[in-house]
Structures are given as structure tokens and as C-alpha cells.
């Protein structure tokens, strides 16, 4: 019996000892920096990709290791069902442990793309299609399609879109770029609103985008922004015509080459704000917060006219006789 006993008792403490030594080799392993096919190995993980898809991904491109010990490290951590969607990327030093975490975190490999104040929503969707991280899928709709998709339908796309640099996960769908920067434009547009003057003339939000679009095509120079705003409102408040260029190249749309001549400002078009009063029916660009604010709290001036001074910067007069001075000195 007490052979039996001494056999048990060394039986049993070799499984210990060969348990422990399993324990000890696998935390070794989790803290062992993974061999790499490349400098940098990148990975997209899309939503409700199970654990063992994400170790197979992972290892086609280009981590060497085996993949039941990858997911069997990734399935006994207790953190598998934790794995985020997303792009990652890693580099040399990546361990076991480290990948895993990288995941669970959500540290995600960003791409961006900017969108500048001014730019037409065709220049926007333009930008859009070059970006090689991104998913086209808007490339066939119309812009009405398109603005339904995100979920305004009936709204005309110009000017909807804030412009911003926006980041993304790299294989994230420009639909997803496009609804951001609209709910972006829409915060931006009720915020600027909130803060309209007292005795404005415009009439609602919608206006004030318009207008906004207005001011950012016609400032050459940040500080006359707020003046050209008051320009354009004081022009409303008389019933006088807004008679400003980049309405009527707007309306001209791909027929413009970069010459408007006489005939253009007598074209009557929808957009032609030298042969019909108030605002044109849509925005005509996309503008920024500063051009925003201003339209709704420009400022105090009685000017009724400017013109460029050629150094980006803008003269202002109150009288059609100072004004044609100004031209005859800045512009001929």
C-alpha cells in the first residue's frame, strides 16, 4: 500500500510539475514578439467577424504563427467576443498579448480626408472618390439618391456637407464619410442659427446657409468676412439685388471656362442674383463655421458695395459713387 501511495503522490506531482511548465511556456509565448512577413502587417476586420476569422485573417497577411494557438490564446483570454471591427495595423515587436489588446481597444489605423470651405458639393464628392482607403458605393447614385441614402431625402446636396478633416478606419464606405460631415453641417447650421442677430433678415436656418455659402465664396481675406456678410444683409433689408459673381458661375455650372463675360450677369438663370432679388434657391458651396457665424451676426457696416483690391483683401463703400472710384482704382 504505501508503494501504491509513494506512485500516486509522484504521479500526481509530475502532471503538476508538467502543468506548470505548459502555464510557464504559454505566458513565455504570449510575450514573445510575433514573426512578421513585412514591416507593417494590416488587417480590416468587418463587423461580426468570429474569433477564428480574425486569426486567419491575420495570418494570411503575414503573421507567422500557428493559427490554434492564435485562437486558442484569443478564445481562453476571455476577450475573443470583445474584438472590435475596424482597421489595425502592426508592426515589429507585436507580441500575442499585444495584438489582442490592440483589437479590444480599438486602436484602429486612420485614414483621412479633408474637405475645404468653398468647395462645390461636386468638388466634395470628387475628393471623395480619390481617397484609396475608402469604399466607393455612392459612385452611381444621383445626388438625390444619394441624399436619401443618408437619410434626407428632398434635400438639395449643396452646401450640406461641412467642410473638415475627417477620419476614418481604412475600408469604411464614403456613405459613412458623407452622413458624418451632413450631421456635422447640421449641428454646425442650428448652433450659428441659435445665434442670429435680433433684427436679421433672413427668414430661417435654410437661408442662413444659403447666405453662408455667399460669404465664403466672396471673402478674399478672413477679416472682411463679417463686412461682406453685412453687405449682402443690408442689400436684403432694401430689396436691393445681392448682384454677386459666384452666384451667376454657379448657375453657369460646367458651361463656365473661367471667363464671365456681360452676357453671363444677363442670363437669367434661378441662380443669377444680378437678374432676380433675394437669395438664389440653394447654397452655392460649402461653408465653414466662421462664414456661418457670420451671415447670422455680421458685421455693423452701411456699406453697400465692395470690390476686390487685388491683394485678397476687399474695399467697402456705402455710396455707388465711391464704389465705381474703387473699381476704377483696384480693377481697371
Avoid at 184 to 193: F, G, S, V
Avoid at 230 to 245: A, E, H, K, S, W
Amino acid at each position: 500500500m504505501k508503494f501504491l501511495r509513494r506512485l500516486f503522490l509522484s504521479i500526481v506531482l509530475l502532471a503538476v510539475l508538467a502543468a506548470g511548465g505548459a502555464v510557464a511556456a504559454a505566458v513565455w509565448w504570449l510575450e514573445q514578439p510575433l514573426e512578421l512577413a513585412s514591416n507593417t502587417v494590416e488587417v480590416s476586420i468587418e463587423p461580426k467577424t468570429s474569433p477564428r476569422e480574425v486569426v486567419n485573417a491575420w495570418v494570411q497577411a503575414g503573421v507567422r504563427a500557428e493559427p490554434l494557438l492564435l485562437y486558442e490564446w484569443f478564445r481562453w483570454s476571455g476577450q475573443a467576443r470583445k474584438i472590435r471591427a475596424g482597421s489595425y495595423a502592426v508592426g515589429p515587436g507585436v507580441t500575442p498579448r499585444t495584438l489582442l489588446d490592440k483589437m479590444v481597444r480599438g486602436e484602429e489605423v486612420m485614414a483621412t480626408v479633408r474637405l475645404i470651405e468653398g468647395w462645390t458639393f461636386r468638388q466634395f464628392r470628387a475628393e471623395l472618390a480619390k481617397a484609396p482607403e475608402l469604399k466607393q458605393t455612392t459612385a452611381a447614385m444621383s445626388e438625390a439618391d444619394l441624399m436619401t441614402a443618408i437619410g434626407a431625402p428632398g434635400v438639395p446636396a449643396e452646401g450640406r456637407f461641412y467642410p473638415d478633416t475627417y477620419a476614418f478606419s481604412k475600408g469604411a464606405s464614403d456613405l459613412a464619410v458623407l452622413q458624418r460631415a451632413y450631421r456635422t453641417m447640421q449641428r454646425q447650421l442650428d448652433a450659428a442659427w441659435a445665434e442670429r442677430a435680433a433684427n436679421t433678415p433672413l427668414r430661417s436656418a435654410n437661408d442662413a446657409l444659403i447666405l453662408a455659402s455667399i460669404v465664403e465664396k466672396e471673402t478674399g481675406a478672413a477679416k472682411d468676412r463679417g463686412l461682406v456678410a453685412g453687405v449682402f444683409v443690408n442689400r436684403l433689408r432694401i430689396g436691393m439685388p445681392l448682384q454677386t459673381d459666384p452666384t451667376v458661375i454657379y448657375g453657369l455650372g460646367e458651361r463656365f471656362d473661367g471667363n464671365l463675360r456681360k452676357r453671363d450677369l444677363l442670363a437669367d438663370t434661378p441662380f443669377n442674383t444680378y437678374t432676380r432679388g433675394g437669395l438664389p434657391p440653394t447654397p452655392i458651396a460649402m461653408p465653414g463655421r466662421a462664414s456661418l457665424l457670420a451671415a447670422v451676426k455680421p458685421d455693423a457696416t452701411k456699406a453697400l458695395y465692395f470690390v476686390a483690391r487685388g491683394d485678397g483683401s476687399s474695399q467697402f463703400s456705402e455710396s455707388l459713387t465711391e464704389h465705381n472710384r474703387a473699381v476704377n482704382q483696384y480693377q481697371r
